[in-house]
């Protein structure tokens, strides 16, 4: 399948993997890039420049497809060494570049400089129509479905995607919710040029997180991801647990006089807990609600060859069964 995502990311289907902490490691992004779309290495995830350039190389031996690197950038306690991260992608030779959180307007001339394509993250078509016109080549739009930071206009995909084609000139790719051949045709509908995927790549064979996270996936439901931190306006969708609810009832009590200080145990060095020791009740990890359409565990290869395999059927048989006489 063809796209102008495909023909801008050098990739057989328009379908891209995420950024995720602690998941997007060299196994997935290769496995990912291996099966046609474009795998994602987090960069954040790594903290340091000589073990991002390790991971980097790392998945170079495991694909000679292309791939990316993703780097978020949000709020702190210690401030990664940005400069560095991007001087080894550059010099890495990575050819593309997923940035999320705030503009990215900074890093975009080091990296136009390297050819390196930036696909920007955005939750708003504001921010989309302002990551464009700093020159990101395509916008990744994220709708209030997602796992992980879905902004504050809580504006879901059935109107943020057509709003979005409304006003962008570059590409863009739908995220948030996304899962299968379902979700690739209806964000082609609505003008997307291909879709980022995130918590449906956790549970795949490929994934390098603890069993117990995949398990949690395919048990979960729809209705099973809360929001915490609106009160700091730094919203965060995870998957509902015996941390989450502790997090949900302090912001409960606390109220306006909430700080973030207050949720640090249930919000700080989370991530290793759950996606290397398997504790997936430790505390906040991010979760869409695409989990209520996660029913299995595949290999990236099968998952990616199920997507492009429905959305051809339901291309070429239902909805052109469907066509007006």
């Known amino acids: 399948m063809k796209t102008r995502i495909t023909e801008l990311l050098g990739i057989e289907h328009p379908i891209v993997q995420g950024g995720m902490h602690f998941v997007g490691l060299a196994e997935l992004a290769a496995a990912v890039s291996n099966a046609g779309g474009l795998g994602i290495i987090t960069g954040l995830t790594q903290g340091t420049p000589e073990k991002l350039e390790a991971e980097i190389a790392r998945c170079r031996e495991m694909t000679d497809k ?104 570059i590409p863009f790719i739908s995220s948030g919710g996304m899962a299968d051949g379902r979700s690739l045709v209806a964000s082609l509908a609505m003008g997307a040029e291909g879709m980022n995927m995130g918590t449906r790549f956790i549970a795949t064979q490929e994934a390098p997180v603890h069993p117990n996270v995949k398990q949690a996936l395919v048990e979960a439901s729809e209705l099973d991801t809360r929001l915490i931190m609106r009160g700091l306006r730094n919203t965060e969708r995870v998957l509902t647990n015996e941390g ?82």
């Open 66 to 169: 292309p791939f990316g690197v993703n780097m978020t950038f949000l709020p702190a306690l210690t401030p990664p060494d940005y400069p560095g991260l991007f001087k080894v992608i550059v010099e890495s030779g990575v050819g593309v570049v997923e940035t999320a959180g705030n503009n990215p307007s900074e890093w975009l001339p080091m990296l136009k400089e390297a050819g390196v394509k930036v696909v920007h993250k955005c939750t708003s078509v504001r921010h989309a129509l302002k990551a464009q016109a700093i020159g990101c080549d395509a916008v990744s739009v994220d709708g209030f479905e997602c796992g992980g930071h879905p902004g504050e206009d809580d504006v879901p995909n059935f109107i943020l995607l057509p709003r979005a084609a409304e006003e962008l000139e």
């Open 244 to 325: 989450v609810e502790r997090l949900i009832a302090k912001e409960q009590e606390l109220g306006a006089d909430l700080k973030f200080e207050d949720i640090l145990p249930e919000v700080a060095g989370i991530y290793p807990r759950v996606m290397k020791e398997g504790d997936v009740d430790a505390g906040a990890w991010s979760c869409g609600m695409v989990a209520g359409l996660i029913h299995d565990i595949p290999t990236v290869k099968e998952l990616v060859d199920r997507i492009m395999s429905e959305a051809d059927a339901l291309i070429q048989q239902r909805l052109a069964g469907m066509s007006a006489a």
